[in-house]
């Protein structure tokens, strides 16, 4: 039993979405009549341009299930079935439409204050999930990625991250009537299934809270990217 991570993983997108922005790929690029190298538009998020070179490079990091760190509880599917790319090119696709709509809204608003050490913070915890420090220095060349630009997509991380949890978790009140119903549904029924005891309601509230108040700032989060989806101007043409 644990708490999920989907909203984390939209802050994951983020990190992504801003690394695919600050540091344009070569894939997906085509030549025009004159030879020159140019990239395809697949969308337009309220004037903002996402190219299928980005498009590309940003699947290609899901894929390469390393920076696992920001990719975990994004919901993308990851496969090695040919047959499933063009899906998971509308999943990733998606998903950096969300990211961005989100952003967008953002910075509309006075930034929070992210402090150097927090966005050092962040920056050591990805590296500690590499075995070497040049591993992820390899890493990071491998996808465009920059000392100076990972840190700027992580800042844009903590930004939204800040937000989310003002907006959302700081008025999420989780009732005592929901805990009980969650321990004598949902985790009666997870215990007999897996034949283990029922342990005490007082041992697991705190653990059955803090599901239930991620689930709910999941089901927020979602509801408000509706929203902004609905008061959006998005094209796209991935094909």
């Known amino acids: 039993m644990s708490a999920p991570t989907t ?13 695919m922005l600050y540091a344009p ?11 020159q ?5 697949v969308a337009v998020v309220n004037g903002e341009v996402v190219t299928l070179g980005q498009l590309q490079r940003a699947l290609s990091v899901y894929e390469s299930n390393r920076l696992a760190g920001l990719v975990e509880g994004c919901g993308l599917t990851i496969s090695d079935d040919g047959l499933d790319r063009e899906r998971r090119e509308m999943e990733t696709l998606d998903s950096l439409i969300d990211s961005l709509l989100v952003f967008q809204y953002v910075r ?10 927090a966005i050092s913070t962040e920056f050591q915890e990805l590296a500690t999930t590499y075995p070497t ?7 990071m060349q491998r996808w465009g990625f920059t000392t100076a630009t990972l840190r700027r997509a992580l800042e844009r991380q903590l930004i939204v991250e800040s937000y989310v949890e003002t907006r959302f978790r700081e008025f999420v009140d989780i009732s005592l009537q929901r805990i009980t119903e969650y321990y004598e549904e949902t985790l009666a029924a997870e215990m007999r299934n ?16 803090a599901i239930l108040r991620e689930e709910e700032v999941n089901r927020r989060i979602d509801e408000w990217i509706v929203e902004l989806r609905e008061r959006a101007e998005i094209l796209t043409s991935l094909w």
């Open 133 to 139: 420090r040049r591993e992820f220095e390899v890493e």
């Open 108 to 117: 509309r608003f006075p930034q929070v204050d992210v402090t150097s050490s």
């Open 25 to 35: 790929s070569a894939r997906g690029l085509e030549n025009d009549e004159k030879g």
């Open 7 to 19: 909203w984390r993983g939209l802050l994951a997108l983020l990190v992504i979405a801003a690394a």
């Open 37 to 41: 190298v140019i990239d395809r538009i």
């Open 194 to 209: 897996q034949g283990e005891p029922l342990p005490a309601m007082e041992s697991v509230s705190d653990l059955i809270t």
